[in-house]
């Protein structure tokens, strides 16, 4: 059974950076891709950025191109979001989604966290 745990998140001003965690058990595969996602009060979950391990390639929404940065330890099984210059539109639930098939930023993915909260006040 895959498990995804997320850790990192928390209140921040605008502009601030936090780093989110997602450590990743329950599987022996060395080629996933593991997503970061997020959904705020009253909007439909989206895409914020993917990493597949196999060759590392990742892909960024537009929205947090240049200002997030996903990153993996594996030898940890952690994947990691380096959110910088925060604004409060980023506000929302962060969940960490992995599957065995590079669904990049699309909502496919068949494991998925509980989420870490993030809010960014002006």
């Known amino acids: 059974q895959v498990q995804l745990v997320e850790s990192g998140g928390g209140s921040v001003q605008a502009g601030g950076s936090l780093r989110l965690s997602c450590a990743a058990s329950?599987?022996?595969?060395?080629?996933?891709?593991l997503g970061w996602f997020r959904q705020a009060p009253g909007k439909e979950r989206e895409g914020v950025a993917s990493?597949?391990?196999?060759?590392?390639?990742?892909a960024y929404a537009d929205s947090v191109k240049g200002r997030f940065t996903i990153s993996q330890d594996n030898a940890k099984s952690t994947v990691y979001l380096q959110m910088n210059s925060l604004k409060p539109e980023d506000t929302a639930m962060y969940y960490c989604?992995?599957?065995?098939?590079?669904?990049?930023?699309?909502?496919?993915?068949?494991?998925w966290g509980q989420g870490t909260q993030v809010t960014v006040s002006s």
């Open positions: 990493i597949y391990r196999r060759d590392s390639s990742a």
């Open positions: 989604a992995a599957d065995f098939v590079n669904y990049g930023l699309r909502l496919e993915y068949n494991y």
């Open positions: 329950g599987y022996t595969y060395d080629n996933y891709c």
